[in-house]
């Protein structure tokens, strides 16, 4: 297996990098109050998940 002769700078390890964003978290319409919500979760605003009441909300 190679090795590296020299140290590659800081620059060229962050030029390389430079490709690794972050990409936002998806977003799902919630079926029962239709509010965004991340997929596969309780809904936050209602406490619905696949249809049943998973928790009850908090009353603001």
């Known amino acids: ?3 590296p002769k020299r140290r590659h700078s800081k620059t ?3 030029k390389r990098r430079t490709h ?3 990409t936002p978290a998806a ?3 919630c079926p029962n109050c239709h ?3 991340l ?3 309780v ?3 209602c406490g619905y998940y696949n ?3 998973i928790r009850v909300p908090k009353a603001s």
């Open 1 to 3: 297996m190679p090795n």
């Open 12 to 14: 060229r390890g962050r």
């Open 20 to 22: 690794y964003k972050a």
């Open 27 to 29: 977003k799902a319409e």
């Open 35 to 37: 509010s965004m919500k």
């Open 39 to 41: 997929p596969h979760r």
């Open 43 to 45: 809904c936050p605003n």
């Open 51 to 53: 249809g049943r009441v």
